[in-house]
């Protein structure tokens, strides 16, 4: 597969930075989450009662119907494959714990914990929630690039790059007209953060 060749000519340079992660998490008392444990407990940041899409059912509307329900920018990215203005969407500041959904259904796709800083001016993220994107080759730009959306609605979102941060070494650039946001419930802490440990630590002798 496509992906796989390009994830195998950037192994070297993630194991080097994660080496170096691993260490930092362990001096701070706690390893970072890998993708897989993020990708599990995806459902710890989904605020409760949320207005969600309560399953994956194909969600199939007329041109018209989807024009009624969305925005004209939301409209033209999920059912026109636009692309919106770079570093115009709030949600590059959205730094609360939360759930991303497609605007366009409400399928859940991303966590917060899944969001960093990637500088484009597009919001983005180094992986999804499992099952929720499938992916295409769009050859718009003259060469190839993959295009991903909605699995619901198959609204399409954004593309895939292979130059995203550990661990995945993916980038997930998301229009963030295609996204709503549902922050978890203000009054608790983010489900990963546990009781700092107290006490002093043995330190390594030089
Ligand atoms: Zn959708």
Redesign the pocket.
């Known amino acids: 597969m496509y992906r796989r060749s390009l994830l195998k000519s950037l192994t070297a340079l993630p194991l080097l930075a994660l080496a170096g992660r691993s260490r930092l998490a362990s001096a701070a008392g706690g390893a970072a989450p890998t993708e897989q444990e993020l990708q599990k407990n995806w459902k710890e940041l989904l605020a409760d009662g949320a207005d969600i899409?309560p399953s994956r059912e194909p969600?199939k509307l007329s041109a018209e119907e989807w024009k009624k329900r969305l925005s004209p920018e939301a409209y033209h990215v999920?059912r026109e494959e636009g692309t919106e203005h770079a570093g115009t969407s709030l949600l590059l500041e959205e730094h609360r714990p939360g759930v991303f959904v497609?605007a366009?259904?409400?399928?859940p796709l991303f966590t917060s914990a899944m969001k960093f800083d990637s500088g484009t001016g597009w919001p983005s993220f180094f992986t999804s929630i499992p099952g929720a994107l499938g992916t295409g080759v769009d050859g718009k730009l003259g060469y190839e690039r993959t295009e991903y959306h909605?699995i619901?609605?198959?609204?399409h979102h954004g593309h895939v790059f292979p130059d995203g941060p550990p661990p995945t070494g993916q980038r997930y650039c998301n229009n963030g007209v295609a996204l709503r946001f549902i922050p978890k419930a203000q009054s608790k802490p983010p489900a990963r953060s546990g009781p700092t440990p107290l006490g002093p630590k043995p330190l390594a002798k030089p």
């Open positions: 899409a969600l999920l497609c366009g259904c409400s399928l909605c619901r609605c198959s609204g």
